[in-house]
């Protein structure tokens, strides 16, 4: 079928990434320091991506595709496919361990949204910073325990939230503010959750430091899918 879909200008694109976070359906990516669209049916070819772009490399043509498809079929996203916001109902599992009393919050410091933060707060001085998805600490079980404890916190949603210029430079104050010594992004299988991976990539690009970067990526389950650091 012919429909609409972004097309970029590979000689005017320079790689920036600024588009990346901006596509929610995440059918850009950044290849071969370019920007492309890997995805006929991820792109909804409504171009929210363009007034992002300061090279003008992104367009909108009319050609044949794949009609859009906001669940990507198997293998475009993560391995096992992409789930996209449809909607899945889970059974109930039952801890392997039986708790008795509540369990302590290990959280350090208030607020965590990252609009809201300082990055000059004495708590992020030199500290492990953990940058996660909104969803990402609801879905896995042991947040708290295995991604928290003894670590700063951050939050955002890279499909929702406006103003992710903002949080690219907040990041980059950490990084070159409060001096945090890693930073570990946490965030979810969906397609749209990879934007605030490329934020902090971007906002690593425009700091004075290099600052170690893990990735973890949460299964809509609650499994860990990947955890690995970045080069």
Known sequence: MKRDIVVINEELCNGCGACIPNCHEGALA????????????????LGACIGHCPQGAISIIQREAAPYNETPSHGECHSGGCPGPAEHVFAVRKPAVAYSGELPSELSHWPIQLH?????GGHFRESNLVIAADCTAFTYGNFHGKY????TLVIACPKLDEGLDIYKEKIRQLIDIAKVNTITVIIMEVA???????VVRN???EASRNVPVKLVIVSIKGEILQEEWLH
């Not at 950044?30 to 070819?45: F, N, Y």
């Not at 809201?116 to 000059?120: A, E, K, R």
């Not at 928290?148 to 670590?151: A, V, Y």
């Not at 749209?192 to 490329?198: E, H, K, N, S, T």
């Open 148 to 151: 928290l404890k003894g670590q």
């Open 116 to 120: 809201l933060i300082n990055p000059s």
């Open 30 to 45: 950044i290849i071969d320091g370019k920007a492309r669209l890997v995805s006929d049916p991820m792109c909804d070819g």
């Open 203 to 205: 906002a690593a690009s």
């Open 192 to 198: 749209c959750c990879r934007g605030l991976l490329q």
